[in-house]
Nanobody, 125 residues
Framework: QVQLVESGGGLVQAGDSLRLSCAAS????????MGWFRQAPGKEREKVAA????????YYADFVKGRFTISRDKAKNTVYLQMNSLKPEDTALYYC??????????????????WGQGTQVTVSS
């Protein structure tokens, strides 16, 4: 059974940093794109960042560019999201997601087939 388990969320102040981790089990995602999405109360879920199966390609939403960094450790089957200079508007439930199509282009990674349960990030002003 495939599982994506997020950790690292919490309550921080504006300007602080957090590092989210997503540990995958049940299969290797070495050859699959992975990413992070978030959903704030009353809003639709949005894509935050993604990393290609090669590890060399990345995508960032405009609202996190320059502040967030996605990375992956294939040996650990884990993907990370380093979040710096956090803002109150970053408050959301953050979900880890993984692709279901082998070797797919990162551009096409819009519909993850696997999702974690989410980790809450709350940023106070």
């Amino acid at each position: 059974q495939v599982q994506l388990v997020e950790s690292g969320g919490g309550l921080v102040q504006a300007g602080d940093s957090l590092r989210l981790s997503c540990a995958a089990s049940g299969r290797s995602f070495s050859n699959y794109n992975m990413g992070w999405f978030r959903q704030a109360p009353g809003k639709e879920r949005e894509k935050v960042a993604a990393i290609s199966w090669t590890g060399s390609g990345t995508y960032y939403a405009d609202f996190v560019k320059g502040r967030f960094t996605i990375s992956r450790d294939k040996a650990k089957n884990t993907v990370y999201l380093q979040m710096n200079s956090l803002k109150p508007e970053d408050t959301a439930l953050y979900y880890c997601a993984a692709d279901t199509i082998l070797f797919r282009s990162l551009v096409a990674f819009q519909d993850p087939g696997y999702w974690g349960q989410g980790t809450q990030v709350t940023v106070s002003s």
